[in-house]
């Protein structure tokens, strides 16, 4: 056997795709290539069963081609369980774009990655991520129409980012419920990690709502202007992981809670707006619960985002918009209630939620 000849290292090169643990059976995975544009894509369409795949395009400077697959992998799977969970009749998918946003983004770039996304005739329709504005989506859309996340002016919900992080905000207040007995999050400490648009709209509902609330960046200037805008204290200690807080909200890139951070964490909660917070759902999943941390499910509590996108396909307005956003209270309370009762994860038990609600699809049209 192949197997028992070659090293895991070259398993992981002789199967790059299919033998990604993070490949879970997807359904597709588009190589975008130009040489004119300078477009080095990624589209991974996960899972299609509920409905056309969504999910946002992320540029990044990625150190290697295995770690911009192995996001779009981990990235459009979520985006499944995302939709399934919020009961949104779509399916998961993601693009990420090879590069560096603040220096190699531009209109024609935008067009080209827009091409290929028609090319997939509504299979998978895109919207923002990180590394993009709703002015890079109303380029997209000059050449499909499969793209959400486009100005109100062209038809569009908007920047769903003040969305996303009013249903993290939800999400947090039923964690804090149900950890505390209470969901008033009123002179509770909160780290949040990553100010960027998600994390400074969650910081201004934080303080609104009265919580002490403490901001982690590697961004210093946005850190000293959303600190003197709301408040907030900046971060200046060298392990935030160990900081004895109630809450702790991972509000950049995911897998922050890895095996290097599990056991440093303080916090008696963790909401955050990232993607893929754990980096090994069942290992590090299984530890938080032995330490009683209370974990809010990422891909249901950052879900908002999707709702607004959601918006644009369906056409309902920004009332519904914001109804099915804080029905992620009573969804988490749902999860995490569940969870000790089955004596799961709280992942778990989402998972399997979401997991149901596609199998009940498939049979249903099989």
């Known amino acids: 056997m192949v197997s028992d000849i070659l090293t895991p290292e070259q398993l992981k090169k002789a199967n790059p795709v299919f033998g990604q643990l993070s490949f879970d059976d997807h359904e597709q995975i588009l190589f975008c290539n130009d040489k004119d544009t300078g477009l080095k ?11 056309p795949a969504l999910g946002g395009t992320r540029m990044w400077q990625y150190a290697n081609e295995w770690e911009a697959l192995n996001d779009v992998l981990r990235l459009s799977r979520g985006m499944t369980y995302k939709s399934a969970i919020t009961g949104l009749n779509l399916g998961g998918g993601k693009a990420v774009i090879i590069g560096d946003a603040k220096t190699q983004k531009n209109p024609a770039l935008m067009r080209r990655f827009g091409e290929f996304v028609n090319g997939l005739s509504g299979k998978y329709i895109t919207a923002e991520d990180v590394g993009m504005e709703t002015s890079d989506m109303d380029i997209v859309r000059e050449v499909t129409p499969y793209v959400t996340g486009i100005s109100e002016s062209l038809g569009g919900a908007g920047n769903p980012s003040p969305i996303t992080a009013y249903g ?4 947090m207040k039923a964690a804090a419920k149900y950890k505390f007995g209470s969901d008033d999050l009123e002179n509770r400490s909160v780290l949040v990690q990553g100010i960027g648009h998600v994390g400074e709209s969650l910081v201004e509902h934080l303080t609104n709502d ?23 204290s900046i971060y200046r200690g060298n392990d935030l992981y160990s900081e004895a807080v109630d809450i702790y909200a991972p509000c950049a890139l995911g897998a922050t809670i890895n095996d290097d951070t599990i056991n440093k964490i303080q916090a008696k909660v963790i909401a955050g707006a990232a993607n893929n917070q754990i980096a090994n759902e069942s290992v590090h999943g299984k530890i938080l619960q032995q330490k009683g941390i209370v974990y809010a499910p990422d891909f249901l509590i950052n879900a908002g985002g999707i709702i607004n996108c959601y918006a644009e396909i369906e056409k309902f307005g920004k009332a519904e918009i914001m109804r099915k956003t804080e029905n992620i209270y009573n969804t988490t309370l749902e999860i995490l209630n569940n969870a000790d009762k089955n004596s799961m994860t709280t992942l778990d038990a989402a998972l399997t939620i979401a997991k149901n609600r596609i199998e009940e699809r498939k049979n249903k049209n099989s």
Request: glycine share 14%; proline share 0%; aromatic share 6%.
């Open 41 to 51: 894509a990624i589209i991974g369409i996960h899972n299609s069963v509920l409905g």
């Open 168 to 171: 993290v905000f939800m999400g």
């Open 210 to 232: 009265g919580a002490k609330v403490i901001i982690a960046d590697i961004n210093e200037a946005r850190l000293e202007a959303v600190s003197a805008k709301y408040g907030a």
